[in-house]
């Protein structure tokens, strides 16, 4: 693989390895509330995707020192501190001033080393950015985008809610300001083949160069399509099993090989598997078992 790994990223940058820790801002988002459309993306859990995430009934600080139990067993020797990683639905979703309360009381915390914060594109007005830009000088802000895919048609059955000119105008604002913008991408999604999931990767490749000096896009994380429990998406494949491609660890591998000779070596990858919570998981089953499925891409790709 040309490209870096998350923990390579942050040992050049802090030093050592660094810890997310998924927290909550009690944000929902706008396309569950009716303000651009009902019931969310159809693959999204209850949890917004921040099933791991904490408690928003407690403070941040709280949040944090709750977080950091679940990972204490992990700290390696060359640990660097944690990232704060507002995980669950979309995390600037709400009024600015109660956000901002929430990112500085996380970013001034001495434990923590950078603010990672996961929302979409159709709701970064410049007010937002600006703010997230204020927070960026004290320690760095890591945004992240859930694109998924740059077909229109899937990304409309998928209940995105959000066309692509949306996505592009929200990272170069991003950018402009120093912000460093991740980029999720799913692969077997409905209806797309590998010619669609390969051409996701190449637009995010040729996007990310498009404007001369910048790189537009500095991460990715990949993940196969999980159908999960209480889902549109588990009613839709329980309706028809044929609308969905059930890869397996194997062959999900290699179309992982294939995406990352498209994407650019600049580009860091922070994820290549998904982490699904098991009791909601119902295909495909073997990505329950992240330590193997990590082992064997991790053996496959030739990483350390």
């Known amino acids: 693989m040309k490209q870096k790994t998350f923990d390579m990223e942050m040992k050049e940058t802090f030093g050592g390895k660094v810890y997310r820790l998924a927290l909550s801002t009690g944000c929902t988002c706008p396309n569950r509330d009716g303000t651009v459309g009902h019931g969310g993306c159809i693959f999204c859990s209850e949890g917004g995707s921040g099933d791991f995430a904490t408690d928003f009934s407690m403070t941040v600080s709280e949040q944090i020192e709750s977080a950091k139990l679940l990972v204490s067993k992990k700290l390696s020797k060359s640990f660097a501190g944690y990232m704060a990683y507002f995980q669950s639905f979309t995390n600037t979703y709400g009024p600015i001033e109660r956000l901002k309360a929430i990112f500085t009381e996380a970013i001034s915390r001495d434990d923590i080393v950078a603010l990672d914060i996961g929302t979409r594109p159709d709701c970064l007005p410049d007010e937002m950015v600006k703010m997230l830009s204020s927070l960026n000088k004290i320690k760095p802000v890591y945004v992240e985008l859930g694109l998924q895919t740059m077909h229109e048609d899937t990304a409309r059955y998928i209940n995105r809610c959000y066309p692509l000119s949306v996505f592009e105008d929200a990272v170069k604002r991003l950018r402009s300001e120093g912000i460093k913008v991740v980029v999720h991408m799913i692969v077997g999604l409905p209806g797309e083949d590998e010619k669609m999931i390969l051409e996701t990767a190449q637009y995010l490749s040729d996007f990310s160069h498009s404007v ?56 860091t990858v922070h994820r290549l598997t998904g982490d699904p919570p098991k009791k909601l998981l119902i295909s495909p089953l073997w990505t329950a078992d992240k330590r193997h499925v990590l082992n064997y891409i991790k053996k496959e790709l030739e990483l350390p």
Not at 222 to 237: H, S
Request: charged share 25%; net charge negative; proline share 5%.
């Open 212 to 267: 001369p000096d910048v790189t537009l896009i500095n991460g990715i994380k990949i993940q196969i399509l999980q159908v999960l429990k209480n889902t549109r998406l588990a009613g839709a494949v329980s309706d028809d099993p044929s609308l969905i491609r059930e890869y397996t660890l194997e062959e999900y591998t290699e179309l992982l090989k294939k995406i990352l000779y498209i994407l650019p070596s600049g580009m």
